[in-house]
């Protein structure tokens, strides 16, 4: 890791991830790559802090890990990836040990997730340093809003939590129209 952050000097984070695509590894993408990969393709900032290497001064100037529990690593990469470009490190560098006391087992963790992590999307989306042209922002708003909309008809339906689904709904301002298209793209899936 340490290797090829010292290749990309101008990256703030370098990040390993799965990915089932091959690559020539490590690979710096800028600003707009990254939240282009992130929010209109399959992603590219998914991984956990242990994954990852933060060049120290980045660090430092984007002020630290914020007190957002589950989200505070994606908090980070979006901060930094405003700013400066990330390095995608060869997949499977760490391994992932889920334990019943981690905070994605607490019972609020999904809604939580789903309610803060929308919020947080919409607000970088929203923000006036997003790296994306105008309209790759507003395509990427519409992909995280019928994203979430999904999530919520998936708590509502598979997992059985509609009063919870209903709560998030109304948190998050969907249109029934986005709501409808959700239930319509699971419907037509599943043929």
């Given at each position: 890791m340490v290797e090829a952050m010292d290749l990309h000097?101008?990256?703030?984070?370098?990040l390993s991830q799965q990915d089932d695509e091959p690559e020539p590894f490590p690979v710096q993408l800028s600003p707009a790559e990254a939240w282009r990969r992130q929010f209109l393709g399959k992603g590219c900032l998914g991984c956990g802090p242990t994954g990852a290497i933060i060049r120290r001064s980045a660090f430092e100037q984007a002020g630290g890990f914020r007190e957002w529990g589950l989200l505070s690593d994606i908090d980070m990469w979006l901060r930094l990836t405003k700013q400066w470009p990330v390095v995608l490190l060869q997949p499977a560098l760490v391994?992932?040990?889920?334990?019943?006391s981690q905070e994605f087992n607490r019972s609020d963790a999904a809604q939580f997730y789903l309610s803060?992590?929308?919020?947080?999307?919409?607000?970088?989306?929203?923000?006036?340093?997003?790296?994306l042209p105008v309209a790759e922002r507003r395509e990427a708003l519409k992909v995280a809003r019928r994203r979430h909309a999904r999530s919520l008809v998936g708590m509502a339906v598979k997992k059985g939590r509609p009063?919870?689904?209903?709560?998030?709904?109304?948190?998050s301002?969907?249109?029934s129209?986005?709501?409808?298209?959700a239930l319509m793209g699971r419907r037509r899936s599943r043929k």
């Open positions: 000097p101008d990256a703030a984070v370098g391994w992932w040990r889920r334990h019943d803060k992590g929308f919020a947080l999307i919409e607000e970088s989306l929203n923000s006036t340093d997003c790296p009063q919870t689904a209903w709560t998030l709904l109304q948190e301002r969907l249109s129209g986005e709501v409808l298209g």
